[in-house]
C-alpha cells in the first residue's frame, strides 16, 4: 500500500512495508467455558475466517498457548489499526468470544518464515 506524504508544496509517494507482529487473543465474556473450543458457537465461520487470513499471508502462525485462555497469532501487517480492524471482522470478535489482549512488534531473530 502506499500513501502520500505532503511535505511542504512537495509530494513524496512512501511505501509502507509490512512487518511482524506477535498479537495475543483471550478469551471474551461470552466464552463458554464449559465447551470445547470446537463447539464454541459460529466455530466454523471463525474457522474459515481466519484460514482465509492465513491463505492471504496475513496471519502467518497461530495457535492456543497451553494452559492459558490465550491465543497467540504472529501477523504480518502495515501497523497496528490493520490487525485491528480485520481482525474486527471475525465472527468472534463481534460475538465476543475473543477479544485482543496485546499487539507487539516483533523481530525474527532466529529462524525464518515464508
Known amino acids: 500500500m502506499t500513501q502520500e506524504i505532503r511535505v511542504g508544496a ?5 511505501r509502507v512495508m509490512p512487518r511482524f507482529f506477535a498479537i495475543a487473543r483471550s478469551r471474551g465474556p461470552a466464552w463458554n467455558a464449559a465447551l470445547p473450543t470446537e463447539e464454541q458457537e459460529n466455530w466454523r465461520t471463525h474457522a474459515v475466517f481466519m484460514n482465509a487470513l492465513h491463505r492471504d499471508g496475513f496471519i502467518l502462525l497461530g ?3 497451553d494452559g492459558t485462555p490465550d491465543v497467540l497469532l504472529i501477523a504480518r501487517a502495515r501497523d497496528e489499526e490493520e490487525i485491528r480492524s480485520r481482525l474486527a471482522d471475525d465472527c468472534w470478535s463481534r460475538n465476543g468470544l475473543l477479544r485482543i489482549k496485546q499487539i507487539s512488534p516483533w523481530v525474527l531473530r532466529l529462524g525464518m518464515l515464508g
Do not use: A, K, V
Request: no cysteine; net charge negative; aromatic share 0%.
Open 63 to 65: 495457535g492456543p498457548l
Open 10 to 14: 512537495l509530494r513524496e509517494t512512501e
